[in-house]
């Protein structure tokens, strides 16, 4: 056979393996664990009762820096939240020029619903990235009122009126100390369509959802967008401040509850949507290539080995094909058929959950390019000496945050 082939078959290999030994990464179907009602006492049979005490008091805390454009959008679900027990909202306006904090004060005047605080920690100490500074004086404010659970959710995201309720029933049902969802990101432009689904997709193939929900398991992740956290584990995991250099502040957090001894769940939402939009190309690539470097814990080697990888396993299937196609070469052609093949079926459940076109699927190797190339981007500003910027702060050389 021809080198090409063997490198077909190489990829062919691969994607038998991510196929079966990835934790079934490619599959959608790790939505909130079962859950009962804290309002009804377990075995009684008896109706809901109408007693707070038996819900947990939860804290949500919203870091926030020039959201002004989606705080409109995002807030007023929350205010909304329909929670049987005590709940109060913790808006850290950081550093914003745009009326963020006095925004905020404006729409709980309107809608009214769960109690609004708006504070402003100023700017970040050294060492610090800017959404961890601002998780730790909400953290702290909230932490005067005692309460046994955290949300911490970002400014863009919406909640459905019964999200906190049931993730909060979802962690009281199995014991969890951190449950995590992975809101629905927003995909309405044709860049969106292209790159937002395959986003979620990457981050599952690293991250594989069963794995991390296994108790005792080594993987740990979560989605920043909505983190639910029990107190006592922020307590023992020392957060926010162990990991307050982390630029990939969620995969951090969730280590360190992990490290910590806690029980942790990760999963796709169903009452939880991203409202930014991110409507050109470029919006996208700044949105991937601000950490996708610190992923690879700005490493030469891992990114060498990262770019071989997405080569060998998303862009030698169509080469292979075509040159069986133009070049005459029989076994590369079908050998990157069949891996072109499994890549594309691997694809279409996260393009069912996402509402999409399966036609998008074969196109996942033109997507996994686009990614190859913010990764190599990523680097390239990093040794810039512009690291990882986002709104205005550009944190050039954070730490990496230990994967144990």
């Not at 250099?245 to 939402?269: F, K, N, P, S, Y």
Request: hydrophobic share 45%; proline share 7%.
């Amino acid at each position: 056979m021809s080198a090409i082939a063997w490198i077909a078959v190489g990829s062919l290999a691969a994607w038998g393996w991510l196929l079966l030994g990835q934790g079934f990464f490619w599959r959608t179907d790790q939505r909130l664990p079962a859950r009962e009602d804290p309002s009804v006492p377990a075995g009684s049979g008896e109706e809901a009762l109408d007693d707070r005490s038996r819900w947990p008091y939860v804290a949500v805390v919203v870091p926030a820096r020039d959201e002004a454009g989606v705080l409109p959008l995002s807030l007023p679900s929350l205010l909304a939240q329909a929670y049987p027990g005590r709940a109060e909202i913790f808006l850290v306006d950081d550093g914003s020029t745009d009326g963020t904090g006095a925004l905020a004060r404006e729409l709980s005047d309107r809608y009214g619903g769960l109690p609004l605080t708006v504070v402003s920690p100023g700017e970040p100490e050294p060492g610090w990235t800017g959404k961890l500074w601002a998780l730790r004086h909400g953290i702290a404010l909230a932490r005067a009122g005692r309460p046994e659970y955290l949300l911490l959710t970002d400014a863009d995201i919406a909640h459905e009126p019964d999200s906190l309720r049931e993730l909060v029933a979802a962690a009281g049902t199995n014991g969890l100390d951190l449950v995590s969802q992975m809101a629905r990101l927003r995909v309405a432009s044709g860049w969106e369509k292209l790159v937002v689904p395959a986003f979620v997709y990457f981050f599952a193939q690293l991250y594989p959802f069963r794995w991390i929900n296994r108790p005792g398991a080594r993987t740990a992740a979560a989605a920043g967008g909505c983190v639910l956290l029990r107190t006592e584990a922020a307590d023992r995991a020392r957060l926010p401040e162990s990991i307050r250099q982390a630029v990939i502040d969620d995969v951090a957090l969730a280590r360190a509850v992990r490290r910590g001894g806690g029980r942790i769940w990760l999963g796709l939402a169903e009452r939880v949507d991203s409202v930014r939009p991110y409507p050109r190309l470029a919006d996208l690539w700044r949105m991937v290539s601000r950490s996708a470097y610190a992923q690879l814990r700005h490493n030469p080697l891992l990114l060498a080995g990262t770019v071989a990888g997405l080569a060998v396993i998303y862009l030698v299937p169509p080469a292979a094909l075509g040159y069986g196609v133009f070049g005459g070469d029989v076994a590369a052609g079908w050998l990157g058929f069949a891996a072109w093949t499994v890549m594309t079926g691997t694809y279409i459940p996260m393009l069912r959950y996402y509402r999409q076109s399966l036609w998008l699927a074969p196109l996942l190797p033109l997507t996994a390019s686009l990614y190859l190339l913010m990764t190599v981007d990523s680097a390239v500003q990093h040794y810039r000496g512009r690291g990882a910027a986002w709104k205005g702060r550009t944190y050039a050389r954070p730490e990496a945050t230990p994967d144990r």
